[in-house]
């Protein structure tokens, strides 16, 4: 837990300048490889290398594209409703960039290398605050206050910004949630960290009212992790006290799947077998929550924060393989859920993967109280093909409030880019505006895009795994009457009330 180190925008002397260039460059050669080992469910482990981004490759003049049409590479095509604003480089070379949280004027940007702070107060030319270096994938971020949450889902040597990777079966490995003060914009300092059962791929932060709780996802790729061996069948509770935070600590393990959740194949083959959740979104102003737990899609209610209850529980053993995140609309009464088909690092966007696979699929809520029941309406998947050699799947987004009775949301597709859509209609969703660059290689599968679209104060900000931070403005009638919805705070997995 020890100490971490901080690259700031604006140095204050040469000599601190040649400090932290030296720091930068003896961490970086300390951190492990020189690219980060994806994790199952949102990149196929050691699968994929990151694309080289082609230095000789100029932007082709802004334009829409034609049916059918898949762009050059690394050329930008966006719809006419959508203009990009600006862009800021991936702060870290060797690492790959992952979510995204927000509070008043600061973007926070996960990266497997640690996170980045961004001064987002004018879109149009947003500036990096601080990057600190804190490896372990895949460091999803949320923020709260002075706090901020970082996911450790990487077998480490210990608990501190200095670890290395090393094998999940050494009784020394750590992995958990790491809990960082940032009061200090430019200086974050790291506080605490909190070890849990079979690590934290993704965390969703249930704000209370003394205590702030945590709801850790993590699951088993395989059998040969000690703390990921069935029964994992929940998730870990965490407690962090607002006025302490470093007594944070698991206070319950929830089972949700008290039959072992979807067996997977070979019972239904293609389908991932049931060993944990991925991701889970909560909406504290109704006290529901919904999550997207591998083979199982749940919806279940968090009155009592320290004990989630399942209401209803779903499967799609046809057309979904990967249950990876959700999203409620505005009304609560639908929930988008996401296929990660290949684990995000395969190219499934394609004809040969067809409409149904690798997509979101619509559910409306029906009933009331503990008679709530998910009901299956539509899939959607971006109309756009893409490349063979580009890793295109339903990722991570969020609701654009447009109110209205309307139920809009932009999503981010990997190297598929940013898609906004309206899916109002549960049978009838439809692409509205879109972003996107053409393939990072052309001769070869490679690993890019969009890693997580949302919609925050007016501006659409997609952190991309290779090319950094991308602020983009969305101006349509059917979704402006958003930009006069203003939040303090936005983390998305905790879905705020727009009513």
Not at 13 to 42: M, Q, R, W
Not at 54 to 64: G, I, K, L, T, V
Not at 73 to 96: F, M, R, W
Not at 146 to 163: A, M
Request: hydrophobic share 30%; net charge negative; proline share 8%.
């Amino acid at each position: 837990m020890t100490s971490l180190h901080t690259t700031r925008a604006r140095l204050r002397s040469p000599g601190a300048a040649f400090a932290a260039a030296g720091l930068l460059t003896a961490l970086l050669a300390g951190a492990g490889p020189a690219s980060a080992t994806p994790d199952p469910g949102d990149l196929t482990p050691g699968s994929l290398p990151r694309a080289a981004v082609p230095q000789s490759a100029a932007a082709a003049p802004d334009r829409e594209l034609a049916p059918g049409e898949i762009p050059g590479q690394d050329e930008i095509v966006h719809s006419k409703n959508i203009t990009p604003l600006a862009n800021i480089p991936s702060s870290y070379p060797s690492g790959v960039n992952s979510d995204l949280a927000f509070q008043d004027r600061y973007a926070y940007a996960g990266s497997y290398d640690g996170f980045t702070i961004y001064d987002i107060g004018n879109p149009k030319a947003p500036k990096t605050v601080a990057t600190v270096l804190c490896p372990g994938g895949q460091n999803d971020v949320s923020v709260y206050g002075d706090l901020l949450f970082l996911s450790t889902d990487s077998s480490r040597s210990d608990d501190s910004c200095h670890s290395v990777s090393q094998p999940a079966t050494e009784k020394s490995s750590w992995e958990g949630i790491k809990i960082f003060d940032i009061k200090d914009k430019e200086n974050p300092k790291y506080i605490k960290s909190v070890e849990t059962s079979c690590g934290s791929h993704t965390h969703t932060l249930v704000p209370g009212g003394r205590d702030i709780y945590l709801y850790v996802s993590s699951y088993s790729p395989n059998e040969a992790f000690p703390d990921c061996l069935p029964p994992h069948d929940g998730i870990s509770v965490v407690k962090v006290p607002r006025k302490d935070p470093t007594r944070a600590a698991v206070v319950a393990f929830p089972v949700l799947f008290p039959d072992g959740g979807n067996p997977g194949a070979p019972a239904n083959p293609g389908v991932s077998k049931t060993t944990g959740c991925h991701d889970i979104t909560v909406l504290p102003s109704r006290n529901l929550a919904a999550g997207a737990c591998m083979g199982d899609g749940i919806l279940f209610d968090i009155t009592d924060p320290e004990q989630p209850r399942v209401i209803d529980r779903v499967q799609d053993n046809v057309n979904f393989s990967f249950w990876h995140s959700a999203t409620f609309n505005e009304r609560a009464d639908k929930v988008v859920f996401t296929d990660e088909l290949g684990g995000g690092g395969s190219a499934t966007c394609n004809e040969a993967t067809g409409p149904n696979r690798g997509a979101d699929g619509i559910y409306d809520i029906t009933g009331r109280g503990d008679q709530r029941r998910l009901v299956f309406k539509s899939y959607f998947k971006i109309p756009r093909m893409q490349a063979d050699t580009e890793n295109c799947v339903a990722h991570n987004g969020s609701l654009i409030p447009v109110g209205s009775g309307r139920d809009v949301m932009v999503q981010a597709w990997y190297q598929g880019g940013v898609c906004v859509w309206d899916f109002t209609d549960s049978t009838s969703p439809k692409e509205i505006g879109y972003f996107e660059r053409g393939p990072l290689t052309t001769d070869r599968l490679g690993l890019g895009g969009s890693w997580s679209a949302y919609y925050y104060r007016g501006h659409i900000y997609s952190n991309d795994i290779v090319k950094g931070l991308d602020v983009l403005r969305l101006d349509d009638p059917r979704t402006d009457s958003a930009k006069w919805v203003w939040t303090d705070r936005l983390n998305v997995q905790s879905q705020p009330d727009y009513h």
